[in-house]
């Protein structure tokens, strides 16, 4: 059993499938105590059900993070459940793929508020609880918030958004010992953000070749990552936007 973590507690936004799912099952099968939420409720239980099975100390809620007053509440049940959260890992993001002149204006705003305004959110509704030393907060972002991509003007406006939340808060909250990153991850295999950019299994191979390593990424990879950054290694590291792409961002759908 691996303990790097135990004793901490890490609070996952949209944790219950996908990348950010991963990053809570490492987490929980690192010692840490996990409190993972999203929208539906039955993905929450089959979630904590899932991490409890890795013999990690778990509970969820569902809640939306567009809604402030349900980030909040899983806050408080969370610090009522663990006590004070060390990390927090906001996953919870919205992608479809279309060209700017076919996204609605709530279409827009839908992507706009789950991704930024969910991510002050949790962030917001996090502050008071990461009073502890090593308090870090991990965003997850995309290629998108730093290059252009055909059918994604929405995610890419999103994401970039996000990229700029993890540098101011890391400028304001540094003094008080937190810790602000973003990861952006690129494509990672069997994800719903991938299926959703590429939904043509034809395509697949030629996305894979616009990769420079030439394959894509695992979760585990992604999982990696935010586990080094949430670590005693990485406690001079904070603002910073850090892919794990395999080189993606260098050379971008050549949509
Ligand atoms: C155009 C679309 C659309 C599409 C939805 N909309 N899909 N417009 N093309 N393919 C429009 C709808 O018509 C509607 O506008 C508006 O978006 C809101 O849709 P709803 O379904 O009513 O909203 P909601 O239930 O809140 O869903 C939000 C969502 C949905 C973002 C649209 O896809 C969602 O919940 N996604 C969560 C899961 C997800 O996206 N995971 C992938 C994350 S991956 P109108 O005008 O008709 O009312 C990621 C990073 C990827 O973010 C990076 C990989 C490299």
Redesign the pocket.
Known sequence: MVTEFAGKTVFVSGGTS?INLGIAQHFARSGARVFVISRDPAKVDAAVAGLRELGAEADGMSADVRQYDQVKAAFDRCAEVFGQIDILVSGA??????KAE??????FR??ME??VLGTHHVMHAAYPHLTKPGACIINLS???GSVAMVGQAH?CAA?SGIDMLTRALALEWGPKGIRVNSVS????NG????K??VPDPAAVEERINSVPLRRMGTVQEVADLCAFLASDKATYITGTVIPVDGGTTLNPTPT
Do not use: C, H, M, Y
């Open positions: 996908g993001a919205g992608n479809f793929l279309a076919n996204i609605s204006s709530n279409g839908a992507v789950i991704d995309a290629p998108q995610v994401k991850p690129g494509p990672i994800t719903e953000g991938q959703r950019l």
